[in-house]
């Protein structure tokens, strides 16, 4: 659509040093879609599409032809549109290494370190670090984990990415702090006795002498066209035009402003990380777009007597360094605005956003909760604007912000620089923020404040406050500042000031986003936070005339304990007399972890598109309870490109699958039971039509009673998935005759998203032979899938295929629903013969697929004075959604497991999965047990509280001790258990720990620390025979080489790996034998889903007996020939006919439990373990910080440390988030809001404990799983919640300081809304409450 008498130009750009030109670009075409489509650089992920996880980070180079200078920086290639590429270099993670020339040192020490699992997120961490090196080739750690922070993985943990980024760093051994002089090296951690390390145990997990040296002088360089071209003056506007859109690259301000004059409405886009997110979010079009081009005037750094002037252009990144240049050279008391918004720029999104964004583009989106608006408005900041009509300057104010007419640009206008003036003596600056997460979020309330007292009398000249995060856009509280102006600073004022801080800038019960008392609360504490911080350096400037702060609330003002990151491990080493190829036992890398790193290894939708191939997008239900009156398709039809849709109507007669008791429906027919449930599927040609084509299905409606969201709801209405499931255990009712004291309570815990970096993906190939089915998928559960595909297109099971190469991480979420998106699509490619695609985005996957079921925990518990529990009468209630799915397995295994790791002598605990209008909660790693387990734990730490006693001693006290009997009546030794508590307080230091955290807490008013412990017992099995036999196949070729192949997904836990281990032990053949490719329905028929921690001990053990039967037949050809080698057997036992392929199985442990009886021997053994986690929390903003964890683990004799360590170390993190930080918001009609990273926040870099020791406990018992070893996937995720009780630790000793009275009620997640309000206080009881049913809420609580 380029404008008549204008010449579309090229696009140059150059990819890994290969040159790129497209004649017709697309100003709707982004990068990462022409990365991974048009170029088939597919190491480049899509993760959410919005910049906020960094799986599609790349290197954009541009050559400066000013300053002859290259600048390197990361991107988010989903918000680059390839028209903004003129002139650049793109380099993605191919273009730095692959496994075929030379794999890059990053590349290498990131696997090395083990710092991948599904590796799905690596070539984003590979890229970011890549940047950063580029630009700083001996970064500090601190500069690595910042490179890092816009990168989220769900897998690892973090733990080992840090360790591989270490190795960059200038000195490997230390923590590279220099904080009060002192470094790890130099003192005790945390001024207290070490990690203990055994020196009989392993605790490298690599070996740093073999990885390959940096060497900058081997990276690609810039290409000399690019740097010519940027030469050549002058160069003229580009214009490049789509089909809708036309873009406009000014390269002169002149031209600039005359494309403003012709298209005064379009935007000027530079970083795109504000229309970008818009276009793609919100469906705002644009028809044109003018995106300036290296344009001098707006990248201007001047510093004049009126303080400093930026141009609008500058990156957000290039800002952070000149002002942290100029606040190096100029006296601290001109910088306090600079030193403000450095401090905001520091935790501003990831480091990618902040190298694309603009300061123009941020200050012009005025967004609501901008970090820099409120400082800038604050900072009397003014903004150069020109237009063909000439200069002017207008103040960032208010009225700028709320974009009144008056105050704003004119459309022709442009922003050119902005100028921030210098501050004063005696005036001070101060920024604010709390988000839910430290790093990479966007701000819950922000704030800008500023004061003057004119000649240093301490009466207030001048004040400033903003805020953001509380209205439309930044908020100005400008008539309380009016009224304070002329008060003394002192606490009268501060009082004064919060009331009408309060009052101007209010926010209804109902104000989007929620949290409402939580932000009103910040409001004041962060004035608070100013009066004590201005307070304190006036102090300092006059320490005659202001008084000091006492040392107590001191503490107000620092920041959060930040040391840096310190992790030890512990394992034992493998048998010393094992033979030495014999991988068993050893920390060996990844199968793949080289190919994640360099891009190499293949996720579903890295597949190359089929000839002819569709795609398939669903149109999902918008209501939670409503019958379909109508559905039209006719204008989604007749767009261009669309093949078909596909009904409930089409799918007659095969529209419903059992896996378990109740039917699952594919499409919904006449009514619809929750947001987000398949309606209907658009095939169209390409993904863009076919997603443009679903907005265009139109659906009409009508509403159905009752709507049921909330477990309270399910509750009231009776709303339950049948049958209750009860255990019990003695007589608890006549043990509560016997007790001391008898308690009741409750906690709700939310639910949890599985959050695995690949979304949900397939492609079904139809064979056009023999109805023949060909589904590539990223499944857990290839069985489930092939048979419901069968099902929906009336096959049989053989004609389907399904293969699963690998899967970008899923956690129970790759089961149930893909089987169901699959059969929808198989059908659509049945139909049309054509093969279809069909990959979820981010917002679709949250939508669609459910996660962790919500809890709700009922307890009565009588126990006596000295701690003893003897009796326990427990309700969970499970929130299932609207269809039965896992839930009631679920609550069967949260029953089993909700003893955790204590006896309960008499006990009762019933378990029902409501039926709610939410979508389908499903499997997520832990299944119930993380949900039981905390109910338990919650309800013993209030058992404590009541006996007053620590909570760790009324877990001992309670725990199982030696051999005993689960309420289920298995049989348990739990000596190891008792061992890992033990080792756990050791290790820990917890009792001295447990005196120096209270004696934190005694010194300090505003800051606190918590310690807690929590043991855990895992039980492992899958209460069924049948549901444990596994398969495996393994082939001998005539070259000795070895295929295994087993029932088995690689989703991330490195089953493949240890499968190769197993093979290469039986078969006494090195690893590099063997290879293995994937897992298909065609080599392994009937696999079981890969899940509950048991993938590697079943498969393994079917693997095993192939290669024994193998071995076996082979032996007398060996014997003969012992010096052979593996390719003289293989062609010995061929000429000999003898099989050199074996089908290896194991049939499962023998399990049952009857629920009748209350009864069974579910369970083949237990996981032991225990945690200790600190933390410190700030009690004005309820942000919290993990300071240090240590887990102490029995894992059997460890077939990988390092994966079975990475297993442990990544669940626990997944834990941290669940019990924390993840939370999911549901409107009061049953949509979920929070539909990706910028709403949903897992945790991030930041977020791991400064330090993290883990320690495996050395293998004790021989058992019958696989080399006696056991599974890890899930159990670590539980011990998260050490961290909830640290923080519940600090909260009681807040509660206790401040003498509230009453128990400490807490839900789960302990978020920083939750734990502020928490901390009652004088500002807690200074906001205002609404009535409850006053007003509607923003969200709910499911
Ligand atoms: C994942 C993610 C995380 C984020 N996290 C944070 C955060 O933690 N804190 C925070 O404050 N913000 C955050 N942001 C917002 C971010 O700061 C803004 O999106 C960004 O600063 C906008 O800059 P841009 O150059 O990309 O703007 P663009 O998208 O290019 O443009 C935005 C708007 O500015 C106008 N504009 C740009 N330049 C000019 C000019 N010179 N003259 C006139 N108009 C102009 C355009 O017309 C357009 O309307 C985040 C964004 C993302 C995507
Ligand atoms: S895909 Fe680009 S940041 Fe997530
Ligand atoms: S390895 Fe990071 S997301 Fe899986």
Redesign the pocket.
């Known amino acids: 659509m380029a404008a008549a008498g204008d010449s579309v130009a090229e696009l140059l750009f150059y990819v890994n040093g290969r040159r790129v030109i497209e004649k017709n670009a697309d100003p709707e075409t982004l990068l990462l879609p022409y990365l991974r489509k048009k170029l088939r650089f597919t190491g480049t992920k899509y993760g959410c599409g919005?910049?906020?996880c960094g799986a599609c980070t790349v290197m954009i180079s541009r050559y400066n032809p000013i300053s002859k200078r290259i600048r390197h920086y990361p991107a988010n290639a989903c918000?680059v549109p390839i028209c903004s590429l003129y002139g650049a270099a793109v380099t993605t993670v191919e273009g730095i290494g692959s496994t075929t020339t030379r794999i890059h040192p990053i590349q290498e020490r990131i696997a090395k370190c083990h710092g991948t699992q599904c590796g799905f997120c690596t070539p984003g961490m590979v890229m970011s670090i890549y940047a950063l090196l580029r630009n700083n080739p001996e970064p500090s750690l601190d500069q690595l984990t910042d490179a890092l922070g816009g990168n989220l993985c769900r897998c690892t943990g973090y733990r080992p990415i840090i360790d591989a980024c270490k190795t960059f760093c200038k000195t490997t051994d230390c923590c590279q702090s220099k904080e009060n002089g002192v470094c790890c090296l130099d003192q005790e951690i945390n001024g207290l006795p070490g990690f203990d390390e055994d020196s009989k145990a392993n605790s490298k997990l690599f070996s740093e002498e073999e990885f390959l040296p940096l060497d900058p002088t081997q990276e690609l360089i810039f290409p000399p066209e690019l740097m010519i071209i940027a030469e050549k003056q002058p160069q003229r506007t580009r214009l490049f035009g789509g089909e809708r859109m036309t873009w406009i690259s000014p390269v002169t301000l002149k031209e600039l402003l005359e494309a403003k004059v012709k298209y005064p409405q379009a935007?000027?886009?530079?970083?795109?990380?504000?229309?970008?997110?818009e276009v793609k979010f919100k469906d705002v079009f644009h028809p044109v777009i003018i995106s300036p081009d290296r344009i001098e005037e707006?990248c201007v750094i001047k510093q004049t007597c009126d303080g400093l002037t930026l141009g609008?252009?500058l990156s957000?990144a290039q800002v952070k360094d000149v002002l942290a240049d100029v606040i190096q050279n100029l006296p601290e008391e001109k910088t306090q605005t600079y030193q403000a918004l450095l401090k905001q720029l520091r935790?501003?999104?990831g480091a990618q956003?902040r190298n694309?964004?603009?300061l123009?583009?941020?200050i012009?989106?005025r967004?609501l909760?901008?970090?820099?608006n409120p400082l800038l408005a604050v900072g009397n900041c003014t903004l150069s604007l020109l237009s063909k009509e000439g200069k002017r300057q207008i103040p960032l104010s208010e009225q700028f912000l709320r974009k009144c007419s008056h105050a704003d640009?004119k459309p022709e206008e442009?922003?050119?620089s902005v100028n921030i003036p210098y501050s004063r003596k005696w005036e001070f600056v101060t920024a604010f923020r709390q988000a839910q997460r430290q790093q990479?979020?966007?701000?819950i309330v922000n704030s800008g404040m500023r004061v003057y007292f004119g000649e240093g009398d301490g009466i207030i000249s001048e004040l400033s406050i903003s805020y953001g995060g509380i209205g439309l856009t930044t908020i100005c509280a400008k008539n309380s500042c009016q009224k304070l102006v002329g008060r003394p600073w002192d606490e009268e004022m501060l009082y004064a000031a919060c009331r009408l801080v309060l009052d101007e800038v209010s926010l209804p019960g109902s104000a989007p986003g929620g949290k409402v008392e939580f932000k009103r609360t910040l409001i004041i504490s962060f004035l608070f936070k100013f009066y004590l911080e201005v307070s304190q350096m006036l102090k300092r400037m006059d320490p005659v005339h202001y008084p000091s702060l006492a040392d107590k609330y001191e503490s107000a003002l620092e920041d959060l304990h930040s040391r840096h990151h310190w992790s030890i491990l512990k394992y034992q080493s493998a048998d010393p007399r094992q033979l030495s190829q014999d991988p068993v036992g050893h920390p060996i890398m990844h199968l793949s972890g080289i190919k994640h790193a360099t891009g190499e290894a293949i996720y579903c939708d890295d597949m190359p598109a089929v000839d002819q191939e569709l795609f398939l997008t669903f149109v999902t239900s918008s209501r939670a309870h409503a019958k379909i009156m109508c559905i039209d398709l006719s204008e989604a039809l007749s767009l261009p490109g669309v093949v078909d849709i596909v009904t409930a109507e089409h799918l007659h007669g095969v529209n419903t699958f059992c896996l378990f008791n109740e039917p699952e429906k594919l499409l919904a027919t006449d009514k619809v039971c929750c947001v987000g449930q398949l309606v209907c599927a658009v095939i169209a040609d390409s993904e863009v039509q076919a997603k443009r084509a679903a907005k265009r299905v139109k659906i009409v409606y009508k509403d159905l009673e009752p709507l049921i969201l909330t477990i309270e709801e399910a509750i009231q209405h009776n709303s339950f998935f049948e049958p209750e499931r009860k255990l019990e255990y003695g007589n608890v009712d006549e043990a509560f005759k016997a007790v001391d004291q008898i308690l009741e309570g409750e906690i709700h815990m939310g639910g949890q998203e599985h959050f695995y970096m690949e979304t949900q993906s397939m492609l079904v190939v139809p064979k056009g032979e023999d109805q023949e089915m060909d589904v590539y998928v990223s499944t857990q559960f290839p069985k489930y899938t092939q048979d419901i595909v069968a099902s929906v297109l009336k096959i049989p099971a053989n004609k389907v295929m399904c293969y699963v190469r690998r899967v970008g991480g899923a956690f129970g979420g790759k089961a149930v629903k893909t089987g169901i998106i699959a059969a929808i699509t198989a059908f659509a490619a049945n139909k049309l013969g054509r093969a279809v695609r069909c990959i979820l985005e981010r917002g679709e996957d949250m939508l669609i697929i459910g996660g962790r079921h919500p809890y709700l925990g009922k307890y009565k518990v009588g126990f006596m004075n000295d701690g003893r529990i003897l009796a326990l009468d427990m309700m969970h209630y499970s929130n299932g959604g609207a269809s039965l799915d896992e839930s009631l397995l679920v609550i069967e295994m949260g029953l089993l497991k909700m003893d955790n790791a204590y006896k309960f002598p008499n006990l009762c605990c019933r378990a029902r999965a409501c039926r709610t209008n939410l979508p389908s909660n499903t499997a997520l790693r832990g299944f119930g047990f993380p949900q039981a387990g905390l109910i338990t734990e919650y309800c013993i730490t209030e058992v404590a509280a009541k006996c007053g006693l620590s909570p760790e001693k009324v877990r001992m006290i309670n725990m199982y001790k030696e051999v005993d009997q689960t309420p289920y009546k298995q049989e348990i030794d739990a000596k190891n258990l008792m061992q890992c508590w033990r080792e756990c307080m050791a290790m820990s230091s917890y009792s001295l720990r447990k005196v120096a955290v209270e004696k934190f807490n005694a010194e300090n008013y505003w800051k606190k620390k918590g310690l807690a412990m929590v043991p855990l017992k895992y039980p492992v099995g899958l209460c069924s025979l049948a549901a444990g036999q596994a398969a495996a196949l393994v082939h001998i070729y005539l070259d000795g080489s070895v295929l295994v192949t087993h029932g088995g997904i690689e989703m991330g836990q490195g089953v493949h790996t240890k499968m190769i281990q197993v093979a290469s032990r039986e078969l006494k053949m090195p690893m590099s034998n063997v290879h293995l490719r994937g897992t298909s329905t065609e080599t392994v028929p009937n696999a079981n889903v890969s899940g509950g921690s048991v993938v590697a001990d079943l498969n393994g053990l079917a693997v095993k007996d192939a290669c024994q039967t193998l071995l076996k037949r082979l032996e007398p050809i060996i014997s003969k020939n012992p010096q052979g080698t593996w390719k003289d057997w293989a062609q010995t036992a061929f000429d000999e006919s003898i099989s050199l392929s074996a089908t290896g199985y194991f049939r499962g442990y023998e399990s049952d439990m009857d629920w009748e009886k209350g009864k069974g021997h579910p369970f083949e053994y237990f996981v032991y373990g225990a945690a200790c986690s600190e933390v410190e929390l700030d009690c004005l903003t309820g942000d919290h910080k993990n300071i240090r964890t240590d887990i102490v683990m029995d894992v059997g004799f460890s077939i990988n440390p390092a994966l079975d360590i990475g297993q442990i170390e990544g669940a626990f993190i997944q834990g941290v988030g669940l019990y924390t930080l993840e939370e999911l918001n549901y409107s009061p009609c049953g949509v979920l809001y929070t539909r990706g990273p910028?709403q949903y926040k897992i945790p991030a870099i930041c977020d791991i404990p400064t330090e993290l020791h883990i320690s495996l406990l050395p293998p004790s018992q021989k058992s019958n799983t696989l080399y006696s070893s056991k599974g890890l996937g899930e159990s670590g995720l539980f011990l998260g919640c050490s961290v909830f009780f640290a923080i519940h630790d600090a909260l009681s000793a807040v509660r206790q300081e401040r003498g509230l009275s009453g128990p400490l009620k807490l839900s789960s997640p302990l978020t920083p809304e939750k734990i502020r309000m928490a901390c009652e206080d004088k500002f807690t009881k200074m906001i205002p409450r609404d009535e409850p049913g006053s007003y509607v809420p923003w969200n709910i609580l499911v």
């Open positions: 919005g910049g906020g918000l935007p000027v886009v530079m970083g795109n990380t504000s229309v970008g997110p707006l609008a252009g957000l935790t501003l999104a956003i694309m964004a603009s123009g583009g941020h012009m989106s967004h909760d901008s970090d820099l640009l442009i922003l050119i990479n979020a966007l701000a910028n």
